[in-house]
């Protein structure tokens, strides 16, 4: 392998941090590398040509009181493919909030875990005053360049998704919504189009937009909700977008006071907003279903009148407090995926009679579902999903479900390894929906490293086809996306 390190950075933590999310598969790196020649066990596909990026939360400096994986600053690895041979990046996201707390020297903002009134600078974004968007949530290409977004709303970033070089924020050409983007904006692979939205504190609490294939804000418009909700995320079809009033927000009262709580009200239903993809507002069509909260959706297509939408149902969207816990391990309990009771979910909305059903796809617990992208928004067959460990947050390996048969294939990474969001990279030529790899990037705590691994998606318990090394083990965090296709020739 040879590297080149791009920039070090000095960390302000601990050298012997124990925070359960700063230490272990979390442990955050300091160094920028630009990697090629990597050591390849097995062999990198000719026909694997696109990019893989991460997005992770990578923390350099103490919190100002409490630290939550959710406020580390956002840092993107990449790694490209093409002739079979790889190229590895990793750079931190240089938001305005990190560049100016590394200028500081200090936290300047609030965590979500602290009260707002703690930030230390009086600039601030997206959905909560006295935080920093730190960009680090989620990560997507459109137009050929990857942007990093963040779960509260804020800034995109942008960045050449074969080099990671930084190229700014994105602007909208000056209509860049006030109220920010929140993260898992959502690419149409086949429209070229990007779907995205917003939500706050006020009214009317929640908008929908789509940028189009040249790249211009082409429509904007209200979502109404009956007040400030807490949505992560949203889905599409052919010719619909999905929005979603999950019964899970800042408890009203508290939020009056300045103080915000997350609170789960089974007493409310979960509202659906099925809006035609460039309607108004008033055409969006609401559907009730039984209370819970969805971190994130699957995949949505139509079938005749009705729209079918899969996600992750949550049983206990608020777990239990246990009073034997300390503060922050009850509250890393929103954190484990088991605690909340993920599980693959079918919703049904029939836009002719307004009835909407759902059941239960799997019973295993599940969460992180990704589709091979040139079946977003159509009938599909194939999910690959996270397959979480129990107590934290973090990914023992990936499950096939196949949603025709109900057949679940559990690729389960030797204990001590995690995975990341794993993607589905169709093949150059493909001529199946699971014809072509799946990659992840792995934490193995055992070989005190990380490597990106190359799985066959129609076999995917098959060796793997390829072990790539990389230069330093990475830290765990959220999203990841594939960008299929070659490099443009300028780059
Ligand atoms: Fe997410």
Not at 168 to 188: M, N, Q, T, V, Y
Not at 225 to 237: E, K, Q, S, V, Y
Request: net charge negative; glycine share 8%; aromatic share 12%.
């Amino acid at each position: 392998m040879k590297t080149q390190i791009h920039q070090r950075f000095e960390s302000g933590l601990p050298s012997d941090d124990d925070h359960p999310y700063r230490s272990g598969a979390w442990r955050p790196q300091q160094t920028e590398y630009d990697a090629w020649d990597l050591d390849v066990v097995g062999e990198i596909p000719d026909d694997l040509v696109g990019v893989y990026l991460r997005n992770t939360e990578n923390p350099l400096l103490p919190p100002v009181q409490r630290y939550h994986p959710f406020d580390g600053d956002g840092m993107l690895h990449s790694i490209s493919f093409a002739d079979g041979e790889a190229r590895y990046h990793n750079r931190f996201v240089r938001t305005d909030g990190f560049v100016a707390e590394r200028q500081a020297g200090e936290s300047l903002w609030a965590g979500i875990a602290e009260n707002p009134k703690l930030a230390k600078s009086d600039r601030g974004w997206g959905v909560r005053p006295g935080m920093k968007d730190a960009s680090s949530t989620d990560v997507v290409v459109h137009r050929g360049v990857a942007l990093s977004s963040f779960w509260l709303c804020g800034d995109l970033y942008r960045f050449d998704p074969w080099t990671l070089e930084a190229l700014g924020k994105e602007e909208l050409g000056g209509r860049f919504p006030a109220e920010g983007i929140s993260a898992h904006a959502k690419i149409d692979e086949r429209s070229g189009e990007m779907l995205f939205f917003n939500y706050g504190t006020q009214a009317p609490y929640m908008h929908y937009g789509v940028v189009d294939e040249r790249g211009e804000l082409a429509h904007y418009i209200d979502v109404p909700l009956p007040g400030p909700r807490l949505p992560h995320d949203m889905a599409f079809t052919e010719n619909f977008a999905i929005v979603n009033d999950c019964p899970m927000f800042w408890d009203p009262d508290a939020l009056r006071n300045g103080h915000y709580a997350t609170r789960f009200f089974p007493d409310l239903p979960t509202r659906f907003g099925v809006i035609p993809r460039r309607g108004a507002s008033h055409e969006i069509r609401w559907f009730e279903a039984a209370p819970t909260f969805v971190l994130h959706w699957i995949n949505a297509f139509e079938e005749g009148d009705e729209i079918v939408l899969d996600g992750f149902f949550q049983s206990t969207p608020s777990p239990e407090i246990l009073p034997e816990l300390s503060f922050d391990q009850n509250l890393f309990r929103y954190l484990d995926l088991h605690a909340m009771g993920a599980r693959p979910h079918r919703w049904r909305f029939n836009l002719a009679t307004g009835e909407c059903r759902e059941e239960s796809l799997s019973d295993r617990i599940m969460e992180f579902g990704m589709i091979n992208g040139q079946y977003g928004g159509r009938p599909y067959r194939y999910s690959y999903n996270a397959l979480p460990a129990e107590g934290w947050f973090g990914f023992e390996g990936v499950v096939k479900q196949d949603l025709a048969t109900g057949r679940e294939e559990v690729v389960r990474l030797p204990k001590g390894v995690y995975a990341s969001e794993t993607v589905m990279a169709p093949r150059l030529g493909s001529a199946a929906e699971d014809d072509g790899y799946l990659i992840t990037f792995t934490m193995d705590m055992n070989e005190n490293r990380s490597e990106c691994l190359v799985l066959d998606a129609a076999a995917p318990n098959d060796e793997p086809i390829a072990r790539i090394a990389l230069p330093e083990r990475m830290a765990s965090g959220t999203h990841a996306c594939w960008l299929p296709g070659s490099a443009p020739t300028s780059s």
